[in-house]
């Protein structure tokens, strides 16, 4: 059975990357989709009034709601699914997850961010820095557009 370990961080992005993978067809062979949920982070103001167990119950419910409009779509094709929360570093995250499940592929469909850069989710992932420098290069782009004319 092949396994695909996907990292999402929303639905709709998630499924623009999923939905030309769920090719149907008599050779078709199931699957094993490990969806790992990247809850968003509470800010560091807000979780100085809300204990742990609230932060871990809103994260669990982030989740589901995440993952009942995937799991629907991948559960009618036959396949199996495992769903997850991602804990801690991605990449040592992401080696624990290799190794219970060995020959795994691991596809990465966070929606990326502006101006933020994105965790890495394997080691062999490149490292996009865009940060500060990203923004400023997109404000002197709109910048040269607006002066254009």
Sequence with gaps: MDTLIVY????AHA?????PM???????????????ACTPRVTRHASKFV???????WRSKWAEKAFEQIVPLLQARGDK?????????????????????AG????????????????????????QHEGVWGCAAAL???GMLVTAD
């Design 104 to 127: 795994s592929r691991v596809l990465d469909a966070r929606r990326p961010k502006f101006g933020e850069d994105l965790q890495p989710v394997t080691r062999q992932q490149p490292q």
């Design 15 to 19: 499924l623009k990357m999923l939905t």
């Design 22 to 36: 769920l090719t149907s067809g008599p050779n078709r062979a199931p699957m094993r989709w490990i969806l790992i």
């Design 140 to 142: 002197a782009g709109v």
């Design 8 to 11: 999402l961080d929303e639905t």
């Design 51 to 57: 204990t742990r167990n609230a932060r871990e119950s």
């Design 81 to 101: 699914v495992v769903m997850q929360i991602a804990k801690g570093p991605l990449c040592e995250f992401t080696d624990s997850m290799l190794a219970q499940h």
